[in-house]
Every structure is written in structure tokens, then in C-alpha cells.
């Protein structure tokens, strides 16, 4: 295998606590060590002016198969993740059939050998994510699941998800809860308050999450079982969750790039690649989610990636599915966002993104320290670019034409250079 060297990158590694300009030599896809060496007998790659972390990790994926090939692929949405500078990413088990067994579970590893980076199944907590029957979650852990989760909908039956959390606690694999009221979401199509009374679109209010929030925090707290909130979109959430750390329950959230970026506001278009759910909240929200995130309250940032096909876009906004693309744009806006506007600094960008979602799914990355897969993600914080073309199979980013300063340059995993944009 091949001997690389990165030279001359800003190395950021909050893992190992290093931040500072130094070398870092690759051999048999491991990182073998930091600093400066002679380089003879590696392939010098020139990063200097760039930026050399961890390779990013995302706990939120979906991927279409099996089931709905034609929107994404295992591979292509590999694919779209390394250009995005993921080196791992877990994916939702909602596919069709959902993952919710050995063999499914099974299939997603099988077909993600060909992939560029690292796919990890989650497995979902009900059989058929029907609600009804929980799923062998000792078979799917022991066969490689990384989470349980019902994403798309929570486990509306509260002893059902009692249990759930009691196995995930004798299995260490912790649950990721999509905290929903169903009852409350009802036929929402988008945020409930000022925009939607102006659209006449049924809303969805924020009470809907927050009691779900709530009652899984309670539901963690009294099996004493790990517990990850996904895509937190109300800053009540956001202290729930704070209120539960501190009395000391074990329970991370995670937050999109597009509710850190966007606002209901955006819904005035009718364009339905910004039907999300949970919606993009109020102007009010965001900046109170902004300032959370600046804060440290939200554990990391997840993409909640969703391809839709392009027909199935292609209608009213009001019957068009949830979901917005991710991966590509992920660390663009987070770059444009806070990076530029001194909010977040590269350690914390590169912690939210890659140390702790690793950590909060005890994923074997997230560090460059020696011995570790080499899986590197090189970022140019200054390159400027148009959100326009995509490698996932799906185009329903709401970022489509707006322009980004920051970008992944090169995507290296195990070892291997799987993306490289220009260098
Ligand atoms: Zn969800």
C-alpha cells in the first residue's frame, strides 16, 4: 500500500488537542505519525494553507436502498459523502424493507465494501417500523448495528420504547430517538406560526417534538440507558436536554445544518426542497439554535441527508415528502455560517463534526492520533463555490445556487485518496 504524506496542513485534532502546522505521514492506511520527518519513499501531497482533520462522521444518513435505488444508492450516497469529506456515516434504517434485522443489517455492510468510506447500518426498534413488536435488537447489534431508531416517526407506544431503551442499555448501543407527537404533527406540512398562517399551510408547532423530547429524556432517565436526540429543532429541546445532562443522564443531541441556517421564511417560495421535518423553524428559533450550538448545548451536527428523486419533488408543496440532500453542502454552510463570521473555531467545527458523533456512536474514528485508520478530511476554509452540481443521485439541496465559502478539498480513507477537488 501506498506511503503518503501530507505536508504542510494546519492539522486540527481536538481528540489529540492539537491545532498547529506540522506533516502527517500515512502507511498500510493507518496514520503512522505526526510531525517532521523525512519524507523519502512517500507520495508528497502539498496541503499547506489547508486544513487537515479527522475524517467527518455522520450519525444521520439516509440512503434509499433497498427499495428507492433510483433516489440514492449505498454508493452514491457514499459517494456524495466523501466529497462532503465524510469518512464515515451511519445510515436510517427506513428503507424498503426496513432494516430491522440480521440480514438487512447484513446487506448494508455487504454492499458498502464497494463504497469509498465507511457505511454503518442502524437498525430500526420496531419490526417493519411498524410499532408494534420490537425488533431482534440483540441479533442486529450483535451483527453490527451501530444505533436503534424509528426515524421518521417516534415509537408511539411509551412501554414499547421503554423496552427498547432497557435492551439498549445491556447492549451499549444507544437509541436515537425522532421525536414526534403524531397527534400534534397531525398533517403539517411546515413550521406553525406567522408563515404558515400567512401561507395557509398547516402547521406543525414545536410542542409536537418537545413532548416527545420530554418524555424520552423521562424514559432514559428511569432505565438509566443512553439516549441521542436527532435533529433537534426548538431551543425548549435544546434545554431539556441540558436540564437532563446536568442532573446526569446520558443524552447527546444532534442538529442539521439547515436548521442552523434556515428559517421558515424560506417556505414562502413553495419550493418543496425546504419541506423538512422536523421544519425549519421561525426566524426566532434560529438565532436561539445559533447561540445553542455556539454555546456547546448541542452535541455535534448531523446532515439528516434525505434524496428524493427529482419527480417525486416535482409537486405541490403541500404533498411533496419531507426531506432535504445534505452531505455535499454540510461543511459549506457550517463554514459560511460560523467559520467566517468567527462564531465556531476550527476545533469546534471539526469536534462537532467528526470527535464527538463518533463518540456518541463509539465509532472506531474521529481522531488522527497514530495507529488510527487514516480517514482525513483536507479543507480549503477559503474556497468559494456554488452549490450546483451533486454526486448524490438526489438534487433536493436547498442551498442549490447559493455560495459557500469553505469546501472539502480531499477525502482520504483508510489510507486511500477517495475524493480530491483541485489538488
Ligand atoms: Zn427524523
Not at 425546504?274 to 426566532?284: A, G, I, Q, S, Y
Amino acid at each position: 500500500m501506498k506511503k503518503i504524506v501530507l505536508r504542510g496542513g494546519r492539522v486540527v485534532d481536538p481528540a489529540e488537542k492539537i491545532n498547529r502546522i506540522t506533516d502527517v505521514f500515512i502507511r498500510n492506511g493507518k496514520i503512522e505519525k505526526l510531525g517532521k520527518f523525512s519524507t523519502r519513499g512517500y507520495e508528497e501531497i502539498d496541503v499547506s494553507g489547508l486544513v487537515v482533520a479527522p475524517g467527518f462522521v455522520d450519525i444521520h444518513t439516509h440512503l434509499r436502498e433497498p427499495g428507492r435505488e433510483d433516489s440514492e444508492t449505498i454508493l452514491s450516497g457514499a459517494t456524495a459523502a466523501a466529497a462532503g469529506g465524510f469518512t464515515s456515516i451511519a445510515c436510517m434504517p427506513n428503507t424498503d424493507p426496513p432494516i430491522d434485522s440480521i440480514d438487512a443489517v447484513r446487506f448494508v455492510y455487504d454492499r458498502a465494501k464497494n463504497a469509498p468510506i465507511k457505511v454503518y447500518p442502524i437498525a430500526s426498534i420496531t419490526k417493519g417500523q411498524n410499532g408494534e413488536e420490537l425488533t431482534d435488537m440483540i441479533d442486529c447489534a450483535r451483527a453490527g448495528a451501530v444505533a436503534f431508531s424509528e426515524d421518521g416517526k417516534s415509537v408511539a407506544n411509551t412501554d414499547l420504547m421503554l423496552n427498547a431503551l432497557e435492551y439498549s442499555k445491556m447492549l451499549g448501543v444507544p437509541i436515537i430517538s425522532h421525536c414526534e407527537e403524531p397527534s400534534l404533527s397531525k398533517n403539517g406540512v411546515m413550521n406553525e406560526g406567522e408563515v404558515s398562517d400567512l401561507l395557509g399551510l398547516r402547521g406543525i408547532p414545536k410542542a409536537a417534538e418537545e413532548i416527545i423530547v420530554y418524555r424520552d429524556i423521562t424514559l432514559s432517565e428511569y432505565v438509566g440507558a443512553r439516549l441521542h436526540i436527532a435533529h433537534i429543532s426548538t431551543h425548549r429541546s435544546v434545554v431539556a436536554v441540558q436540564e437532563a445532562k446536568k442532573s446526569g443522564a446520558h443524552i447527546t443531541s444532534e442538529i442539521t445544518p439547515h436548521h442552523l441556517a434556515l428559517s421558515d421564511i424560506e417556505v414562502k417560495k413553495f419550493d418543496p426542497n425546504f419541506k423538512v421535518n422536523p421544519p425549519l423553524r421561525d426566524d426566532r428559533e434560529l438565532a436561539l439554535l445559533r447561540s445553542d450550538l455556539v454555546k456547546g448545548k448541542i452535541d455535534c451536527i448531523a446532515t439528516d441527508h434525505a434524496p428524493h428523486a427529482e419527480q417525486d419533488k416535482a409537486v405541490e408543496f403541500s404533498v411533496a415528502p419531507f426531506g432535504m440532500t445534505g452531505l455535499e453542502t454540510a461543511i459549506g454552510v457550517i463554514f459560511t455560517e460560523f467559520y467566517h463570521t468567527k462564531r465556531l473555531s476550527l476545533t469546534q467545527i471539526v469536534s462537532l463534526m467528526s470527535t464527538v458523533p463518533a463518540s456518541i456512536l463509539n465509532l472506531p474514528a474521529g481522531t488522527l492520533k497514530k495507529g488510527a485508520a487514516a480517514d482525513i478530511t483536507v479543507l480549503d476554509t477559503q474556497k468559494e463555490w456554488t452549490v450546483e452540481n451533486f454526486r448524490s443521485k438526489s438534487k433536493n439541496s436547498p442551498f442549490i445556487g447559493r455560495i459557500l465559502v469553505g469546501k472539502a478539498v480531499m477525502t482520504i480513507s483508510d489510507g486511500k485518496i477517495v475524493y480530491s477537488d483541485g489538488i
